[in-house]
């Protein structure tokens, strides 16, 4: 089996990237597995290099290792054009003209992860239509009206029709930046990654990416969706938040304390005592795994030591 992290250089790893990233691991070294480092700098405003050689930098310091490196998604555009192309062919896509003001008055926000279901207000304009129009489009993918199902391996069954949720999704943006969505999928694909491990908050994106799966054709990864870590007052963690980002962490703790306050919240042992994460290998299994978001306790820092 082949798993992979896949972080976005945008700023320092927080805790629940530290969590997915930990679980992830443990799941290929428990499998016996090979593990691949992917960097998803996709967006070139919010990604720096600086940030990927410290994700390197800190996935080593916890001591966490990878058995190869695939290329960084800001190489790749010649492999998303041509799975661009595979669904322009098939008659897939067409251009929008919607500015971000028009897609968020047209359309009420989808509940749980801010998904925007699309009006498909540019679905079927006539050529003569189109060419009437200034704006630099963006490229949507047209979504059949069909139920995608899966069963998660930490969430479980999960059915979504996908002109509910999002409509026809964005595979390419107005910049000419090929979306996460398409990129991930040819990634994971040409990466014979077999298994995807990452946070809840992308669970809503997973039924987008099955369905790409299988209109090119390629076998779906199993999804794993690793609860997030909530702050005591039922906050989501943002790389914003500086105290528990791993520059604050590294500073106080060892690799070996926060693993073992990890492995704790991950329910693989019952204290929070510093252990490294290969001696979590044998330990480690899905059941173990709470479903649902995972608060993390006021005080799980404390005792924290200045690393000499
Ligand atoms: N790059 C994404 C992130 O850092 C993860 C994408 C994925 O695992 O599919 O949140």
Redesign the pocket.
């Given at each position: 089996m082949t798993g992979?992290f896949?972080?976005?250089p945008?700023g320092r790893m927080h805790l629940g990237?530290i969590f997915t990233a930990l679980l992830a691991w443990l799941s290929v070294r428990s499998q016996g597995g090979r593990m691949l480092l992917r960097i998803?700098d996709l967006d070139p405003q919010r990604s720096r290099a600086a940030y990927a050689e410290q994700l390197r930098r800190d996935l080593g310091w916890l001591g966490l290792d990878w058995d190869g490196e695939m290329p960084p998604q800001s190489t790749r555009s010649p492999v998303y054009a041509a799975h661009f192309a595979k669904l322009e062919e098939q008659g897939l896509i067409y251009p929008c003209y919607c500015s971000r003001s028009e897609l968020h008055d047209a359309s009420a926000p989808h509940a749980s992860d801010g998904t925007v279901l699309y009006s498909g207000a540019c679905r079927d304009l006539t050529p003569e239509q189109r060419a009437a129009k200034t704006r630099r489009p963006a490229w949507r993918v047209r979504v059949p009206d069909i139920a995608v199902s899966f069963r998660d391996g930490v969430c479980g069954p999960q059915t979504e029709r996908l002109a509910e949720t999002c409509g026809d999704f964005i595979v390419r943006r107005s910049d000419g930046v090929y979306a996460?969505q398409l990129a991930?999928v040819c990634d994971?694909a040409l990466g014979s990654v077999t298994e995807?491990?990452?946070?809840c908050?992308?669970l809503g994106?997973t039924a987008r990416?099955l369905w790409l799966f299988s209109v090119f054709g390629y076998p779906a990864p199993q999804y794993y969706h690793v609860p997030l870590l909530v702050a005591p007052d039922g906050r989501r963690l943002s790389k914003r938040e500086r105290d528990l980002d791993m520059e604050a962490l590294r500073a106080r703790c060892t690799p070996e304390q926060l693993v073992g306050r990890l492995a704790q919240l991950a329910g693989l042992q019952p204290g929070p005592e510093p252990v490294r994460a290969a001696d979590l290998v044998s330990r480690f299994s899905w059941e173990r795994i709470p479903r649902g978001e995972i608060v993390i306790p006021a005080n799980f820092s404390d005792g924290f030591r200045v690393f000499p």
């Open positions: 992979r896949a972080p976005s945008t990237n998803e996460y991930v994971d995807v491990v990452r946070g908050d992308l994106s990416q």
